[in-house]
């Protein structure tokens, strides 16, 4: 059955990052939608012209309202004017919940492995939590790869506090003061521990930049989970 367009108004920006937004936007009659499924957005200029681009949904459902995150990107059509530029009150079309491959439920009580490259860590924002929601008992472990320590998003969701989560945050660039471990891209080590956790089914989720999903997912399979457990998200 086709998915139709909706009207969705933007009632609040938050940033994450330099450059980095959450946008929170009303959709009257939402169907609601499980963690790790995106939207499409439809923007549409005064002489007619469209634009229509997907975003991951950053949080668990909540009536009628969603959280989009939004990485601006200096040249783009229509990211930088998503990220700061749209008035707030300003109706948008969205369509959705789109997705249903890459999702998790807490419903399951099966750990999880959660892999993300930099903004690739919205729709995995999401599943944290509607974990912590559901005070769900199923070990979570997140690695997060990012270029230095303003590039991490939802802090507030990453830190301690939430039992069952377990997060290591990789540097690529400006590692913070007193890190032990030296920038680099992911490698094999620094998913060998949360991956050895899992039982052989369970699932592994990587979103990111297509390059680092490429190689996250390579490492993964290197260090024997079946590729049909890992399941991939990309964008670029």
Known sequence: ??????????????????????????????????????????????????AVRSYSLAAPTDGDRIELGVQGVPGGEVSPYLADALPTGTDVEVRGPLGNWFVWRPSTGEPALLVAGGAGIVPLAAMIRAHREAASDAPLSLVYSVRGEDDVWYRDHLGPGHPGLDVRVLYTREPPPGSTREPARVTAADLADPAARLGPSAPVYVCGPTGFVETAADLLTGLGRDPATIRTERFG
């Open 1 to 50: 059955m086709a998915v139709s367009w909706r009207r969705a108004q933007l009632v609040e920006r938050r940033p994450q990052s330099a450059t980095a937004r959450t946008l929170v936007f009303d959709v009257p009659g939402w169907p609601g939608h499980l963690p790790g499924q995106h939207v499409d957005v439809r923007l549409t200029a005064d002489d007619g012209y469209q």
